[in-house]
């Protein structure tokens, strides 16, 4: 396990890796086996939150969790820049904070939207590549014995043989032409965009209050691009 923060994140946007989603993957519709894995991973740490996070271009996405606040339960995603699935993800191995506060280089936003405080990732596979973390979260500092651990580290494990079976198999990647690489960015941008739409939705249909639905846009908020600045007319 590591409890430092990797500093080369380039791997996110490795076309390789983001080609491993498909619409199995960002599907929303609860799946038994990985909602028993999630549960299993909150009974064994103690922790509240478990969470197998999908790192995707923009957001991280929850296929599973327990222990989520109504607005992510909406949303069932954040922004990626302020995971921590983010380093899972990027180192390709574990990573145990034991609380987010002591970590000035950790994304601040969850730590004081939530109040996120000990975090223990292991990374998700799916045909090798590194697609998210099985996750546990707790709302105060803590940290794991090596034998719960290495059980979590076990349920990572499950968690990827699970993802792999729902995933489109695919060969070995081989670039898309111009056409399907278009299409691809085209869904992947609809994908993305789902969380604000049910976020909305939710509080539209009066299951969300106003300030959990403002603090779910919050944690959306760069998929929300600022429209560009016009130049004025001469």
């Known amino acids: 396990m590591n409890s430092r923060l990797p500093q080369d994140l380039s791997v996110l946007d490795d076309t390789e890796r983001l080609s491993s989603f498909d619409t199995s993957l960002l599907d929303s519709t609860p799946d038994p086996e990985l909602q028993a894995i999630v549960s299993e991973a909150t009974a064994l740490s103690g922790f509240p ?3 197998v996070s999908l790192v995707v271009r923009k957001i991280q996405f929850f296929r599973a969790h327990v222990g989520l606040p109504p607005d992510l339960v909406a949303a069932l995603a954040t922004d990626r820049c302020t995971s921590f699935c983010q380093f899972v993800v990027a180192g390709e191995d574990g990573l145990e904070i034991e609380d987010a506060t002591s970590l000035p280089d950790l994304p601040r936003d969850l730590v004081e939207r939530y109040g996120i405080r000990a975090y223990v990732g292991f990374p998700l596979r799916v045909m090798g590549r590194t697609v998210g973390s099985l996750c546990v979260i707790d709302v105060k500092p803590a940290r794991l014995e090596a034998e719960v651990l290495a059980k979590l580290d ?3 494990q499950r968690a990827s043989a699970r993802l792999e079976s729902l995933a489109c198999q695919k060969p070995v990647y081989t670039p898309l032409s111009e056409a399907d690489q278009k299409a691809w960015r085209a869904w992947m941008e609809v994908a993305e965009l789902r969380p604000l739409l049910s976020l909305g939705e ?10 959990e639905f403002q603090r779910g846009l919050g944690a959306l908020a760069g998929l929300v691009a600022p429209p560009p600045v016009q130049s004025p007319e001469r």
Do not use: D, M, N, T
Not at 202 to 211: M, N, P, V
């Open 154 to 156: 076990e349920l990572a």
């Open 49 to 51: 939150i478990s969470l």
């Open 202 to 211: 939710r509080f539209s249909e009066g299951k969300l209050s106003l300030e």
